[in-house]
């Protein structure tokens, strides 16, 4: 079975901090990964996804997450925290192996990130 | 080109009540998955649907039940509705053998 386990239910940061959200992950083949992001009373959007290519992704809103074997993780980060990047933040693994094509995919339970003026 | 629409937004039910979500996925996509997202919790995968046909399912009882029309559009239905219940259920579409989901805003259940 697939999880997900994302360290800390909130985060804060200063505005222009460096933004780190951890997520580790647990599977029992290669997974895929996936960042999305919630903004209050909306749907999820897809950040970035790693689906075995580079081990460094880069996604949209200048997000980017590296997937680390040994460690099992993939975690979020961007350079600067911008007053926009407050919303709620959630890791994803998906099981590639289902030969008819999408699989399940399994979140975490999410992290809050606060941006601080 | 409009994304993935649900209705209604919002709706207010009575324990034992049953209710209907709607769900249009987005101009291309084939294939629609539902989840529940409890409040303070990540979404929980509930099933997916492709072809017509319920292609996975998660670990949800048979209270919850789908359908999806010639067209890509899906129902989700819940019986015998229960306080637990209540939540933000999702939909998301995607092209068959994608791994991009596109999500719609939900539809806010309220069950009393």
């Known amino acids: 079975a697939q999880s997900v386990t994302q360290l800390g239910s909130h985060v804060s940061v200063s505005e222009g901090a460096l933004v780190l959200l951890r997520c580790n992950y647990s599977?029992?083949?290669?997974?895929?990964l996936f960042w999305y992001v919630q903004y209050p009373n909306q749907g999820l959007q897809l950040l970035l996804k790693?689906?075995?290519?580079?081990?460094l992704v880069k996604g949209i809103n200048g997000f980017e997450a590296e997937f680390k074997k040994s460690e099992t993780s993939f975690h979020l980060t961007k350079p600067s925290a911008h007053m926009s990047d407050a919303a709620e933040y959630f890791c994803?693994?998906?099981?590639?192996?289902?030969?008819?094509?999408?699989?399940?995919?399994?979140f975490g339970t999410g992290t809050k990130l606060q941006v601080i003026p | 080109d409009a994304g993935v629409t649900q209705s209604p937004t919002h709706l207010i039910k009575t324990r034992g009540q049953q209710v209907t979500l709607r769900c249009s996925p987005k101009?291309?996509?084939?294939?629609v998955s539902w989840y529940q997202q409890a409040l303070g919790q990540g979404p929980q995968f509930i099933f997916q649907y492709y072809e017509e046909e319920e292609r996975q399912r998660g670990n949800f009882p048979d209270r919850f039940s789908g359908h999806q029309f010639p067209n890509y559009s899906s129902e989700l239905n819940v019986n015998a509705l229960l306080l637990g219940d209540s939540a933000l259920y999702l939909c998301?579409?995607?092209?068959?053998?994608?791994?991009?989901?596109?999500f719609g805003p939900g539809t806010r259940l309220t069950v009393t």
């Open positions: 994803a693994v998906s099981d590639p192996g289902y030969s008819g094509g999408y699989q399940k995919v399994t």
């Open positions: 101009s291309g996509h084939d294939t």
């Open positions: 790693y689906t075995s290519a580079a081990t």
């Open positions: 599977s029992s083949v290669p997974p895929y």
């Open positions: 998301a579409s995607c092209m068959a053998n994608s791994y991009e989901q596109y």
